[in-house]
């Protein structure tokens, strides 16, 4: 087994989200790399509520049971991969909510990006590497943009992720520096 943790999250939670489609091929790549011990992590999975905590968790752990479940499981891992919509030129609501309740567990280390929506989800990823700065974390150059001309066919089951080669050729590429950097990240922090 693979010494690299890594979680891909994703980041929508409502009724008919694309989010799994891509969670899913994502993950059958990375199960097939021997470096990798890919973790899908479902935000349904977490219903925190809207950011209400006295303190920042810079320095003072929530106290909110979900969040403690939340944090533990982001503690454990050591890179990311945000699967992300893009809504009205950003990403979800649920998401920045999920990312403001943690803070020390999401220092160095590493944050990669499979996007769709307009302009292929160019400018949620744009913003959520904003955010991920702020965390501390290390947001990767390498992303997947799912585009227009690949979302509606997989939307309506017409075709697969997998049908489509420059998608894997991209999502090759991020893993590969997903890992490099989950190496170099996580030997730095022990």
């Known amino acids: ?26 993950k059958a790549i990375g199960d097939e790399r021997p470096d990798l011990d890919v973790e899908l992590i479902d935000l ?5 509520p809207f950011f209400n905590e006295k ?29 992300t919509a893009e809504y009205n030129h950003g990403y979800s609501g649920v998401l920045k909510n999920a990312m403001d309740y943690i ?5 160095r280390k590493p944050a990669s990006f499979v996007a769709y929506g307009g302009m292929g989800g160019a400018r ?13 974390m290390a947001p ?7 585009a227009r001309e690949q979302f509606g066919p997989v939307m309506k089951g017409e075709k697969q992720l997998s049908d489509f080669d420059a998608l894997g050729k991209a999502a090759g590429g991020m893993l590969d520096e997903l890992s490099w950097w989950t190496k170099t990240l996580k030997a730095g922090r022990s």
């Open 1 to 26: 087994m693979a010494d690299l943790r890594i979680g891909i999250i994703m980041s929508t939670t409502r009724e008919g989200r694309f989010a799994d489609k891509p969670a899913q091929w994502l």
């Open 44 to 48: 349904r999975d977490y219903p925190l």
């Open 55 to 83: 303190a920042s968790p810079a320095s003072q752990p929530s106290q909110n049971p979900v969040s403690r479940q939340w944090a533990s499981k982001i503690g454990n891992l050591d890179g990311f991969v945000f699967i």
């Open 103 to 107: 803070y020390t567990e999401w220092n």
């Open 124 to 136: 949620a990823v744009e913003q959520l590497r904003l955010v991920c700065v702020e965390l501390q």
């Open 140 to 146: 990767l150059r390498n992303a997947v943009h799912i």
